[in-house]
């Protein structure tokens, strides 16, 4: 049976020289559960990151001084993720605020949040999130030795709709102020272990998962 869904409006930031936030939300830590209390293994099944092609989100600007502004336009289809840095994250903040999280298997690359009918052993909970409403402002800079892989910096703010195969509303935001190889995936990784934080801070959900 399916349980409640949950929307998070979620912001990250990669700062620095230039670049203007996009807005951002605070990010209440959730209180951790106690140490050794019963609860339910929490799985992240599949983010979804759907933003029609083509549409502007936010400004690009390049260069180590973050000029040449011009429109930042969303180039992707619908992303699909079974792993990587989402699934990362979710099990790290899941650890830092004592929640237990199963171990990750790679499902079928598939719009749905859930495969059809999804499958989880007694104990376990499966959470879908799909990530929508994306604002995002990025630098990227090309030098001497990184031509063909630039690096970035940023902020971004989306919406996560959460199901737990159970709905919430949250928000939040992070931040991180260097370019890095892999900058626009870190920061939507930090934004999205925000709005995880503002999941684990609901208290339905935090009922839920302690209900065994």
Known sequence: MRAPSILVALGLIICGCSV?????VAAPEPQPLAPGAAS???KLNRVIVEVPK????????????????????WKADTLVYNEGEYHTAFESVLGQYNFLAGKTVKGRSTTALFDAPPT?????LLLGARI?????NDCMSRGLFNMHAPIHKGSVHFSVHWEVYA?????????????????????FARAFSAALKGLLRNEEFRKLVTKK
């Open 40 to 42: 339910m293994t929490l």
């Open 167 to 187: 709905p919430v509303d949250n928000e939040g935001s992070g931040a991180l102020d260097e370019f890095k190889s892999d900058g626009d995936v870190a920061y």
């Open 54 to 73: 083509g549409s502007v989100v936010g400004e690009q600007r390049e260069g180590p001084e973050c000029v040449s502004k011009e429109p930042l336009k």
């Open 20 to 24: 203007p936030v996009v807005q951002q």
């Open 132 to 136: 929508t409403n994306v604002r995002q």
């Open 120 to 124: 989880a052993p007694a104990g376990e």
